[in-house]
T-cell receptor
Framework: GEDVEQSLFLSVREGDSSVINCTYT??????LYWYKQEPGAGLQLLTY?????DMKQDQRLTVLLNKKDKHLSLRIADTQTGDSAIYFC???????????FGTGTKLQVIP | DVKVTQSSRYLVKRTGEKVFLECVQD?????MFWYRQDPGLGLRLIYF???????EKGDIPEGYSVSREKKERFSLILESASTNQTSMYLC?????????????FGPGTRLLVL
């Protein structure tokens, strides 16, 4: 299958912005997603972006998509301690909602 | 709200045992998935099912089988558990239709094989 790559770890101070990056490889992906996994829990969808969009904003979250470079990023403004979690990007490769997940980025927020 | 439940949060089994992991969803979703999650590897798809009695291999099906006798229930079976199957197992479901529909995840089962 196609690989979706993320850096494994990110540490930021409370109140700063966090930027989590993702590189995907399937240019035919229709939707790209960001999921959040809190400790001991399953994954929860944070936001998604359709492949014909460049940017999507939802409160403190901004998603940027660069289709040419197959690069997706998630920016969290005013990062809080409650944002500490693992963040997964994922791409939909069509058919039965089959989704390929990245390796996950663990975000640590320092008070 | 969609609810996906998994039969156990933590499970300890011995090498060679047969292990059943159960997943139930209450939203009449057609599609169900089993993943395993390992540090640094993210989520890897083991099997998925798009209808009752239908199943498709994912990226890492070796050592696993599945059963979907009813729409709401998707079982993952480890015929003979091995230590390299120690992992977090996540079940998910999604409806068929618009691609932006997300997958809804259960809380996970952390399996330790001794």
């Amino acid at each position: 299958g196609e690989d979706v790559e993320q850096s494994l770890f990110l540490s930021v101070r409370e109140g700063d912005s966090s930027v989590i990056n993702c590189t995907y490889t399937d240019s035919s992906s229709t939707y790209l997603y960001w999921y959040k996994q809190e400790p001991g829990a399953g994954l929860q969808l944070l936001t998604y972006i359709f492949s014909n969009m460049d940017m999507k904003q939802d409160q403190r979250l901004t998603v940027l998509l660069n289709k040419k470079d197959k690069h997706l990023s998630l920016r969290i403004a005013d990062t809080q301690t409650g944002d500490s979690a693992i963040y997964f990007c994922a791409e939909n490769q069509g058919g039965y909602q089959k989704v390929t997940f990245g390796t996950g980025t663990k975000l640590q927020v320092i008070p | 709200d969609v609810k996906v439940t998994q039969s156990s949060r933590y499970l300890v089994k011995r090498t060679g045992e047969k292990v059943f992991l159960e997943c139930v969803q209450d939203m009449d979703h057609e599609n169900m998935f089993w993943y395993r999650q390992d540090p640094g590897l993210g989520l890897r798809l083991i099997y998925f099912s798009y209808d009752v009695k239908m199943k498709e291999k994912g990226d890492i099906p070796e050592g696993y089988s599945v059963s979907r006798e009813k729409k709401e229930r998707f079982s993952l079976i480890l015929e003979s558990a091995s230590t390299n199957q120690t992992s977090m197992y996540l079940c998910a479901s999604s409806p068929t239709g618009q691609s932006q529909e997300t997958q809804y995840f259960g809380p996970g089962t952390r399996l330790l094989v001794l």
